[in-house]
Structure formats: C-alpha cells, structure tokens
C-alpha cells in the first residue's frame, strides 16, 4: 500500500483545535500524547475508528503561535473524502457552525467544498462517488452517512515540480495521472490519500510556517525494510539527506526535505494506534512514551486541560 500516512500541522490554542475537530468535523481523537521534542505541548491525533493510514491528521498545539503566511515550499491544502451526495450535508453544517468555506468547486471533475479551520488552516471536502460504502466513524456529532472517510490527499505548492514528482513516482509509488492548468495530479494506488496535487506557481512568495499551517506530509511505509529502501533511493537516486530512523511509538519515521523545501516523512504502518490502549478507548487518556514516563507529573502540570465546552 501507499499513499499519505499522516499529516502534521500546527495549531494554537488546544481545546479550540479538540473541538473543531471532532465535534464540528466529528473525526476520531485518537491518540492524546506530546511532542517527544518538546513535552510540554500536546500531539494530537484526529482520524477513523482505529488510526488508520490515511486518515490521520496531527496537530501540534501551541499557544500564542503566530499565524502562518501560506506560499511557495508549503502543502497549500489537505483535502478529506466524504460521499458525493454528502456535500449538501456538510455545507449546511459549516454555515449552521459558522465555518468559513467557499463555493462548491470543480476540480480534475471531482466537487470540492473548500473550508478553513479556526488558526485559518487550508482545508477541503472532496465529494467521492463509491465513498458511502466506506466506513465513517460516528461519535454523533456527525451521522455515519456524511462522515468523513480519510484523506483524499494534500496540494503542494512549489516552484518547479520535476524532482519532487520524481521523488513522489521513484520511492513512493505514485503516478502522474492528469494535469488541470498548472496543477499536476499524481495518484498512487490506494483509496485514503492517494492524491498529491502539485501546483507549480513560479514567482509566488514563499510561505511561513505557522499557526493554520502543514507542518510535515509522511507518506506510507510497510515496514522497517521497505522504509529503508525508500530512504536508500531517496540517497541514491535522488540526493537526498533523510535523517536516521526515529521512534514515535505508534510508529517509526524517516525525515528529509524535497527538493521544493517541504518537509517529508516516510512513517511505518507498523505497530499502529492500539499499541499502548484499547481500540475501544483511543484518545481517553494522555499517552507518553517510556523515557518521559519518569516526569509524567510535570508534565501533566504543564499541559492545558481538554475539558470540552457544555
């Protein structure tokens, strides 16, 4: 399998991120943790029943952050799937909620519903005929039918796309199907995010990283041996710099920066989710790995309650 395995953004404050997320959008929280580089700020996971590949999207939480500037050398949008016949649904939902959006859109003759998240985040529902037949996780915020079904996938917004669609074709499997103006689709073979739109605008201003933005795309490895084949061409072949494995838990990672800047990760489906808890229970209780065990106390301190609002 390939295709998009998570992506991490940044936000700024954490119950306004927990809310919107699963309450307007009704994703699963699937995992409370911390940033294992810096503990004294929330990881939160968003996604299907179970975490899978595909469906999760991460938040770094960080209070005060200063909004982000979208440009060049950024993932400019991350798109959801839901059923085609829902996007009536959800367009009354995000103007019930107040939810900025904008006009039912087309593109590569799909229907788009463009949103932003509160820190301004670039979002977007695609309509996927067939989808309905996928399972949505319901918390009951929003019914099964209309539930969001993972990635449809992320647009990145680059100077020059040759070598990052080379990158994306030679190590990560997916293929350029279609361009639409000067948007490229590359497809790889799997139903939740396998789409990376590249939008080649030259001359734009590059981007900065900040609150409503994508931190790092990871993209799908089955294992440790097929991430270290992955990072072997990316050296290889390509002349990249992919860092040394890292441990996440619920999984392992492989960092680099493609050609256009974006930070990339290449993530082990493997052990997955339920490693620490109960599928039944993801998300109830905050999670951290072995070596900040010892200072849980301090960090809970630290940490601002998710108490949701009435």
């Not at 107040?98 to 301004?120: C, M, N, Q, S, Y």
């Not at 209780?285 to 601002?304: M, T």
């Given at each position: 399998?390939?295709?998009?395995?998570?992506?991490?953004?940044?936000a700024g404050n954490a119950l306004?991120?927990?809310?919107?997320?699963?309450?307007?959008?009704?994703?699963?929280?699937?995992?409370?943790?911390?940033?294992?580089?810096?503990?004294?700020?929330?990881?939160?996971?968003?996604?299907?029943?179970?975490?899978?590949?595909?469906?999760?999207?991460?938040?770094?939480?960080?209070?005060?952050?200063?909004?982000?500037?979208?440009?060049?050398?950024?993932?400019?949008?991350?798109?959801?799937?839901?059923?085609?016949?829902?996007?009536?649904?959800?367009?009354?939902?995000?103007?019930?909620?107040?939810?900025?959006?904008?006009?039912?859109?087309?593109?590569?003759?799909?229907?788009?519903?463009?949103?932003?998240?509160?820190?301004?985040?670039?979002?977007?529902?695609?309509?996927?005929p067939g989808a309905e037949n996928?399972?949505?996780?319901?918390?009951?915020?929003?019914?099964?039918?209309?539930?969001?079904?993972?990635?449809?996938?992320?647009?990145?917004?680059?100077?020059?796309?040759?070598?990052?669609?080379?990158?994306?074709?030679?190590?990560?499997?997916?293929?350029?199907?279609?361009?639409?103006?000067?948007?490229?689709?590359?497809?790889?073979?799997?139903?939740?995010?396998?789409?990376?739109?590249?939008?080649?605008?030259?001359?734009?201003?590059?981007?900065?990283?900040?609150?409503?933005?994508?931190?790092?795309?990871?993209?799908?490895?089955?294992?440790?041996?097929?991430?270290?084949?992955?990072?072997?061409?990316?050296?290889?072949?390509?002349?990249?710099?992919?860092?040394?494995?890292?441990?996440?838990?619920?999984?392992?990672?492989?960092?680099?920066?493609?050609?256009?800047?974006?930070?990339?990760?290449?993530?082990?489906?493997?052990?997955?989710?339920?490693?620490?808890?109960?599928?039944?229970?993801?998300?109830?209780?905050?999670?951290?790995?072995?070596?900040?065990?010892?200072?849980?106390?301090?960090?809970?301190?630290?940490?601002?309650?998710?108490?949701?609002?009435?």
């Amino acid at each position: 399998m390939s295709g998009i395995h998570h992506v991490t953004a940044i936000a700024g404050n954490a119950l306004r991120n927990f809310d919107f997320y699963t309450r307007s959008l009704g994703l699963r929280f699937v995992k409370k943790t911390v940033n294992f580089d810096d503990p004294g700020t929330y990881h939160f996971y968003y996604g299907d029943e179970t975490g899978h590949p595909g469906t999760i999207l991460t938040f770094f939480p960080w209070e005060g952050a200063v909004a982000g500037r979208g440009g060049v050398g950024q993932t400019q949008q991350t798109a959801f799937r839901v059923p085609a016949r829902s996007l009536g649904y959800w367009t009354h939902r995000f103007i019930e909620k107040g939810i900025a959006h904008e006009a039912l859109e087309k593109r590569f003759g799909e229907a788009v519903l463009p949103f932003t998240d509160p820190d301004g985040m670039s979002l977007a529902l695609v309509g996927v005929p067939g989808a309905e037949n996928e399972a949505g996780w319901s918390n009951g915020d929003v019914p099964g039918e209309h539930a969001i079904r993972g990635f449809h996938g992320v647009t990145l917004l680059l100077e020059n796309a040759a070598k990052t669609s080379s990158i994306l074709t030679d190590v990560f499997g997916f293929k350029e199907t279609v361009r639409e103006g000067s948007i490229i689709r590359l497809t790889a073979d799997n139903a939740a995010g396998g789409i990376v739109d590249i939008y080649e605008a030259k001359g734009f201003l590059p981007g900065r990283q900040g609150a409503g933005s994508v931190h790092h795309v990871a993209f799908r490895a089955v294992d440790d041996a097929d991430q270290a084949e992955m990072s072997r061409k990316l050296v290889e072949t390509h002349g990249q710099h992919p860092t040394e494995q890292k441990d996440r838990n619920y999984f392992r990672s492989v960092y680099f920066r493609e050609p256009g800047g974006i930070l990339l990760e290449i993530a082990t489906d493997i052990p997955g989710f339920a490693v620490d808890e109960p599928v039944e229970s993801l998300g109830e209780h905050l999670k951290l790995p072995a070596f900040l065990e010892p200072h849980r106390n301090d960090i809970e301190g630290v940490l601002p309650p998710l108490e949701r609002a009435a």
